[in-house]
């Protein structure tokens, strides 16, 4: 029994420093993605900045500089959005 002890220690560490966080961060873009609103000024993954003009269930329409774009909700930003938000 003692014998495998150090693997279950290991086990144990790697998942409170590697799943957990990750876990986490999953459930606050999902958190994030829900409460979108029109009008919101938004950053996507790719860089393009825009506000939202329109939601569906699973896309939104961006209004940039350029036109709109129509785009998963899974490629905005939560990073950026923010740091975008606090400027």
Not at 25 to 45: M, R
Not at 49 to 72: C, D, N, Q, R, W
């Amino acid at each position: 029994m003692m014998q495998f002890l150090p693997y279950v220690l290991m086990f144990v560490v790697m998942f409170v420093f590697l799943i957990l966080p990750q876990q986490r961060k999953i459930k606050k873009e999902k958190e994030f993605e829900s409460s979108l609103k029109v009008g919101d000024k938004i950053v996507t993954k790719s860089g393009i900045h825009g506000k939202i003009a329109e939601l569906a269930e699973t896309t939104v329409i961006v209004e940039t500089m350029s036109g709109k774009i129509k785009m998963e909700r899974s490629a905005i930003s939560l990073d950026m959005t923010n740091a975008l938000n606090k400027k």
